[in-house]
């Protein structure tokens, strides 16, 4: 089992997260002891660093996590496009991407091929007595 590159940005991560938030819970406990009584301020800051940490770790997080998933769709779609080309390029001969025919000589094969357009049947007239309002 081999750890890739984002699998140790992933720990480093952890890491530095966790450092982050050791220095800033000593910072707390330094400020706090060294104060008379609860100071409001210090506490706040704690919090408001502690949400921070928080919030960047889980971005870093998630940008990896899209990161993997997409390394981890591409590398499916190229095994099932080998998969897929396999017998195709067994049994066929591949063509020069540019050997095929012009566009104009397509479209007027398609024109050629298509049937007129088929019109609706139209309405028959109005018999001249009625009339469209109901009457009471």
Do not use: H
């Amino acid at each position: 089992m081999r750890a890739d590159i984002m699998t140790w940005v992933n720990r480093a991560v952890a890491v530095v997260f966790l450092i982050g938030l050791l220095a800033l819970l000593g910072v707390m406990v330094v400020l706090i002891r060294s104060a008379e009584g609860v100071p409001p301020l210090p506490v706040f800051i704690g919090v408001i660093g502690l949400v921070g940490l928080i919030l960047l770790a889980g971005a870093c997080l998630a940008l990896i996590s899209v990161a993997l998933s997409a390394r981890r769709g591409a590398e499916a779609l190229e095994r099932l496009s080998r998969a897929e080309a396999a017998p195709r390029l067994a049994s066929e001969k591949v063509k020069a991407p540019f050997d095929g025919p012009s566009l104009r000589e397509v479209v007027k094969e398609a024109q050629a091929d298509a049937e007129p357009p088929v019109k609706a049947p139209s309405r028959p007239d109005r018999p001249a007595g009625r009339v469209l309002v109901a009457q009471r």
